[in-house]
Every structure is written in structure tokens, then in C-alpha cells.
């Protein structure tokens, strides 16, 4: 659990940004704001499925849906039927292909790509620069122009740390496997903090991951409502917000909400009518905000840059702030982004149907 998202100048490490995070995230929100490998909370949300008594088959390529018949064929030649797909497929979903046909929203390259590393925390403890990294529970991001940041944090029982690096990127990122990545990184970011450019010559191995995004589609269900898109697959954003598994967790917060007002399998497409329309304005408003604090973190050394660090002074500094650049600590986005609840959002949309449904009924018997 991190105390603090602190923004550091490229070149020293100068902290210019902070973003209170524990225990201010329990005080605002009734709940800690916790950092987890994707591993970890992909174990916590298998062993909930398990404790369900979900049924989970692994190895199985979906590699065709049949909408009228709501089924999905799989590599093995196996045909499934069900009541309702909910498509979970990623970026790349088929699913979404199925759905969108020709008006299908391909993944956009935005010219950017992460190196992802993992550093041992007791090798840092070893360096007085990087030492001094770990001491207090923080993430660490280190904001340079030219579309370049890096961002550092200790998880795994602060064991580890885990570094993603963002940089620009040309080229296929299926032709990016087997290239020394790591000697690359430490080349990209030669000149910066020398904290950062200490923990980069620890790093063993590193991938790269393309970054991209798709435009969200105006629809996340089939037409009979018995195929639907989540996470991903339905509103793949940049990672500038660090929102994308969140809205993910989200989406299936509030489809299990809206199935629960379906009181028989004939409802079950007005279900999925709630989940889209409550859906689809909450992910648009993550999505423009996770591009636009891209454009924040990405700016180059000038006046522009200057000015959004004199903004994040007084955040910087503890003094009393209305406003900043730094969307992790911004009053005014952290009150519409983290006090959401899904599940109200859903509970409020199908209580708006029903009245809606009750004046309806009045309307027709008055008119009788
Ligand atoms: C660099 C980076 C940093 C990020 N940081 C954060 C963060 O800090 N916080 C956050 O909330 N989000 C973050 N995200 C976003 C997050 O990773 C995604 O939003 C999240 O993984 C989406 O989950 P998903 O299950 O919808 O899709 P995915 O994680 O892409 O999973 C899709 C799954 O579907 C499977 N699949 C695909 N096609 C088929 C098929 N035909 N048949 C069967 N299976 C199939 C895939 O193999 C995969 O397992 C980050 C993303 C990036 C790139």
C-alpha cells in the first residue's frame, strides 16, 4: 500500500507532484489504494471463481460465434451453447469483430510502447541512490518530455519492484520478442535521474509492450442482447490513468447488478440494455481521461511543462490545493473516478425503467 504517487523531474528526481494515496484513498473513499502484479490479482479473482464453484477450462480458442444461436465454436471443434456470452477477450476480441462487423474499431498505435522489469528490492537496499527509492512505501514516476515517463513501485511483499517504462516506438510489436530490450531501456533513458538510471542497470530481463487503445464502440451488445463485450474487448483506453483492469472490474460489478433484476431468462436482454446504457458514458469519461493525462505526463521541457509544474506546487509542497494538473490527485476528477459505484449506477438506471415502465402503464390505461 503506497503512501504516495509522487512526480519526479526527469533529470534529478526533483519531487513536483504528490499524490496522497494512504490513507487519504480510506478517508475519501472507504477503501485502501492498493499496487498488485496482474498475476496476484488474476490468483484472487480465480480462487473467488473457484470458492463460486465456476467452472474454468483453460486452452480454449473461441474461433467463431454464432449470434443468432448463441453459441461459439472453439479450436477443438467443440460447440457451446448458452444463455448469454459475455465476451471478456481483450484488445484484439473477436468477439467484438463478431459484433461490429465492417463498423469494427480496430486497436490504435499511438507511436508508444512500455518496457516492463522487475527489480529485487534487497539488490536495491544495496545502493545508497536506490535505497533511498524504498524507504518509504511510494510510486515513484518520473515525467520527461518527448513521450517518455517511467513509473516504479514495490509489490510482492515488497520483495520486488516493478518498473514500466514508457517510450516511443516504431515498428511491429509481433517482431519486438527476443531484442535486448534492457540494453536498449538504459540507452532511452541514458541522462536522467541517476536513481533511475542506477535501478535500470539492475535490470535482468524486460519485455515491451505495444500501448494502444481502440475508439469505444457506440454498442457492447448483439442485436437479440445474448452476446456481451467487457473490459477490453468493449474499451481498451491508454494506461495514463492506470483505469483499464478497474474498468474491467467494474463492468462485471455492474452486469452481475443488472442479471440480478432479470427475474427470467426474458429479461435478461433488458439486463444487458441497462448494463450498455450505464456502461458506456462511465468507460468514454475514463477513456478521454486516461488520453489526456498522457498529453500531461508526456509534455516537453518549456513553458507548457512550467506551467503544469507551478499547478502541482502546492500539492507538492502540503499546502491546501483546488485544482491540479496531476489527475491522481485532482479533486475534481478523483470525485466523479474513484467515488463511483457501479452497482448503484445499475440499481438507479433499472429503478428509472421501472418508473418509466409504471407511467407507461398509467398513460395506456388512462387512454383506455
Ligand atoms: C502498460 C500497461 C499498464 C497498465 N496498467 C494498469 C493499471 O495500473 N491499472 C489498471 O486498472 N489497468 C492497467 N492496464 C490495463 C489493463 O492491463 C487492461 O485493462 C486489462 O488487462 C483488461 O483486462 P481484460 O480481461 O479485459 O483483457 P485482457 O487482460 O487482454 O485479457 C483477455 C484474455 O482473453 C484471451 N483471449 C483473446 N482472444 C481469445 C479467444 N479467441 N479465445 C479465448 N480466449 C481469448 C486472451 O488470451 C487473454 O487472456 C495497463 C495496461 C498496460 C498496457
Partial sequence: MPDSLLWRRWENGRIIGNA?????????????????????????????????????????????????????????????HADLIVAADGIKSLARKTLLGSGNTEPRNHGLAVYRATVSIEEMLKHERTALLVESPNVHLWVGGNNHHAIAYSFANDKLLNLALTHPAEGVPNDWDGCDHVRQLQKDFEGWDPALTTLL?????????PIRDIAVPDKFSSTCQTLVLIGDAAHAMLPFMASGAAMAVEDAAA???????????????????????????????????????????????????????????KEASGQHFVSSPNQWSDPTVLSWLYTYKPAVAVRMAWADHNQEGEKTAKRIHVKM
Fill in 201 to 209: 542497470r539492475m535490470i535482468k530481463t524486460a519485455v515491451k509492450w
Fill in 20 to 80: 496522497r494515496l494512504n490513507p487519504q484513498s480510506e478517508e475519501l473513499f472507504g477503501t485502501p489504494y492498493y499496487v498488485t502484479h496482474r498475476a496476484h490479482l488474476h490468483e484472487i479473482l480465480h480462487q473467488k471463481a473457484a470458492e463460486l464453484g465456476v467452472v474454468i477450462r483453460l486452452g480454449c480458442k473461441v474461433e467463431k460465434y454464432d449470434l443468432d444461436a448463441t453459441s461459439f465454436v472453439l479450436a477443438s471443434g467443440e460447440v457451446v
Fill in 255 to 313: 452486469l452481475a447488478e443488472s442479471l440480478r433484476f432479470a427475474r427470467h431468462k426474458d429479461m435478461v436482454p433488458k439486463a444487458i440494455a441497462i448494463f450498455e446504457q450505464v456502461r458506456i458514458p462511465r468507460v468514454k469519461h475514463v477513456h478521454e481521461a486516461s488520453f489526456r493525462h498522457g498529453y500531461t505526463l508526456h509534455l516537453a521541457d518549456g513553458p507548457e511543462q512550467r506551467r503544469r509544474d507551478q499547478a502541482m506546487e
